[in-house]
């Protein structure tokens, strides 16, 4: 393996590690378990890093400095493998590792959302958009009207 691609798997393991012990896990697992799923259908990759994230976080209350450095190895290791057998190509392996570095970097972390309803009572749901074009809405008025 050429150094560009061994840099490139070790930038993508240490980006990967240092996400298992934030907040945006949830969000990079999901984006991991895409990318993985064509090579994966069983999704046992994914299970492997929970164990991983698992012991990533035990590590930290029992002072274990050297599980984050085996922790990354192991997955420098997977993604190189994923490499030499073909599996990906090294730029299917860039973005992966663009959005990883984005989430890393906080800039597509979520925050709190607050919605505020307003003008009267709502027997029904509310529905929050950006923009919706060519929707109808046909509703069920379970009290109708007296005369």
């Known amino acids: 393996m050429d150094s560009e691609l061994a840099a490139l798997t070790a930038s993508g393991a240490t980006t990967l590690v240092s ?17 993985l799923s ?19 976080l035990a590590s930290q209350s029992t002072g274990h400095p050297h599980e984050a450095a085996e922790t990354l190895e192991q997955w420098d290791a997977y ?15 860039r973005e992966l590792l663009t959005s990883l570095q984005h989430l890393q970097s906080g800039a597509a972390r979520p925050g709190t959302v607050r919605n505020h309803v307003k003008g009267g009572v709502h027997h029904g749901p509310v529905i929050q958009s950006g923009r919706i ?10 009290d109708p009207p007296q005369d």
């Open 19 to 35: 996400l298992m012990v934030t907040d945006s896990w949830t969000y990079a697992r999901e984006l991991l378990r895409r990318f």
């Open 133 to 142: 074009t060519g929707l109808t809405i046909h509703g069920h008025n379970p």
């Open 38 to 56: 064509r090579n994966d259908p069983g999704n046992s990759t994914i299970a492997d890093l929970d164990v991983a994230r698992g012991r990533l």
């Open 79 to 93: 993604l190189r493998h994923l490499l030499e057998a073909r599996a990906v190509s090294s730029a299917e392996l």
